[in-house]
T-cell receptor, first 116, second 112 residues
Framework: GAVVSQHPSRVICKSGTSVKIECRSL??????MFWYRQFPKQSLMLMAT?????????EQGVEKDKFLINHASLTLSTLTVTSAHPEDSSFYIC????????????FGSGTQLSVL | GNSVTQMEGPVTLSEEAFLTINCTYT??????LFWYVQYPGEGLQLLLK?????DKGSNKGFEATYRKETTSFHLEKGSVQVSDSAVYFC???????????FGGGTRLMVKP
């Protein structure tokens, strides 16, 4: 089946640094990718919708300058957490929509970010 | 907007026990409903789905019926196995089908 690779799976960084998370569709093309965030014991929250070749659409309350999203190709979207702080510590997960089967969403394995 | 509420875990069962994980939703219109499963160390996988009222989704022995009158989509399995141990997420989509709203997830632990 379709595979979405998300990297890294776990990252620990110091406060003030930036962290980049990659989401790749390995065997299909994805014009649309989604980025979610999950706080402990809470549901996944959609952060933004990433469309290939255009600017991402952010959900209300999500800081665009804080969470930079780039979707430069049909198989890669990146999320950069800029100047990370401890409150950014969370589980981030991406999903990708297969351009040939738009009703299907495939998820990455997630990234656990810990900011010290 | 849509919201999804599912029972908190962890749910601990013995092998071959009957499983129910409750899920209720609020939504405008007619959302599609999903159950996703996340096995340890892996990404979310679609387990089953239902797109309209009274539809029953089923896969790997799991079932869930779209109940519009009770706005529910409870997940059931008649006899769980140790390999079913995972986190289960209930989700609903918006009418356009391009956004998912997830419940908080329910961890299932099955003991031999």
């Amino acid at each position: 089946g379709a595979v979405v690779s998300q990297h890294p799976s776990r990252v620990i960084c110091k406060s003030g640094t930036s962290v980049k998370i990659e989401c790749r569709s390995l065997d299909f093309q994805a014009t649309t990718m989604f980025w979610y965030r999950q706080f402990p014991k809470q549901s996944l929250m959609l952060m933004a919708t990433s469309n290939e070749g255009s600017k991402a659409t952010y959900e209300q309350g999500v800081e665009k300058d804080k969470f930079l999203i780039n979707h430069a190709s049909l198989t890669l979207s990146t999320l950069t957490v800029t100047s990370a702080h401890p409150e950014d510590s969370s589980f981030y997960i991406c999903s990708a929509r297969d351009v040939k089967s738009p009703e299907k969403l495939f998820f990455g394995s997630g990234t656990q970010l810990s900011v010290l | 907007g849509n919201s999804v509420t599912q029972m908190e875990g962890p749910v601990t069962l013995s092998e071959e026990a009957f499983l129910t994980i409750n899920c209720t939703y609020t939504a405008t219109g007619y959302p599609s409903l999903f159950w996703y499963v996340q096995y340890p160390g892996e990404g979310l996988q679609l387990l089953l789905k239902a797109t309209k009222a009274d539809d029953k989704g089923s896969n790997k022995g799991f079932e869930a019926t779209y109940r519009k009158e009770t706005t529910s989509f409870h997940l059931e399995k008649g006899s769980v196995q140790v390999s079913d141990s995972a986190v289960y997420f209930c989700a609903s989509s918006n009418n356009a089908g391009n956004m998912l709203t997830f419940g908080g997830g329910t961890r299932l632990m099955v003991k031999p």
